[in-house]
């Protein structure tokens, strides 16, 4: 790994587990190289209480109200022309605490790893309000507006192709760093025997079926009892919402869980994921080597995400419940096809990684004075 040497600010937002996975991750291969980093929510800095105003209405209407978050996704978040709504109010009752704490802790490069600190660094570079480079990780694979402003020095995305079209969108850098998970999800965990005993006898392929941090998801039961009707052991991952795990258990008490910490282990004693968010998960369990299949998705940008990982080679998408049962029979079962399906997945690993943020250490950018 090249060096990278300097004060790196990394924003990151309580949404869930994922946008947290991603910054400790960027922090320990920059803190690898010799760099120094300092990680911040960027709902902290917003005006009391806004914060976790906004975290709780997310995680509600994502739970409980979809329907909600779709119109919500489909007139803030959804790429298109015209006129449309943004998040720039929000970003900037972000401002002055930003720009306090870049005065006191003086980055050498600032990295939003979550859309509203995406737009709060855009529109403080374009004005030359924030006079250090700026450069967003985008976590999804569906790259939605918010993630996108042209005053941001550069994009690093999860593949070339997605790469290509912020860069085109924008008319800004844009580099391909590949999925930024932990090493201890590449490649089986030592800890799987131990959740193969756990999960029990090896008479059916054990399947996970997961809702997130948050327990979120439509019909999780359904899901599971399809999963064991086509003879398979679903294992249903509850996240936080204890409520889930509750109901989860009552339809097969040994195989509801929750918030796991071991779960590199739990992937590597399974033979698929069902997913429904397109999110950090799915990321896991490709780089473990776990075929993904997207079923039931929350709306928005885990519908779109999943759709493009589909479209990507990386997962199957099935639409119904048909096409799930299909996709675990061919995807669980050794052969040519679970083989290819997990090489094209772990290709997302490799990429640029950090080295963009090296470079910009060293190169002023297009708001820097030359």
Known sequence: MN????????????????HHAVADELARRLESGG???????????????VGRGLSTFYRTVICHAPAVYAGLYAAFFRTGDGPRPGSAPLAALAEPRFLDLVARLRPDVVVPVFHLAAQLTGRLRARGALTVPSAVVVTDFAVHRQWLHPGNDTHLCLTPQLAREVGTALDRPAVASGALVAPRFHGPAPTARDWRRRLGPADRPSVLISTGAWGAGADVAGTARLVASAGYRPVVLCGRNTRLLREAAREAPEHAVGWVDDMPGLLSASHALVDNAAGQTALEAMAVGVPVVSYRTIPGHGREGARRMAADGLTDHAPDAAALTR?????????????????????????????????????????DPA
């Open 3 to 18: 060096a990278v040497q300097g004060r790196f600010l990394i924003l990151s937002a309580g949404m869930g587990s994922g």
């Open 35 to 49: 760099g120094l980093t300092r990680t911040v929510d960027v709902l902290d800095l917003l005006p009391p209480g």
């Open 327 to 367: 996709s675990l029979d061919v995807l669980t079962r050794p052969g040519p096809a679970r083989e290819q399906r997990i090489k094209t997945a772990r290709a997302l690993l490799t990429g640029e990684g950090v080295r963009p943020l090296e470079a910009l250490l060293r190169t002023p950018g297009p708001h």
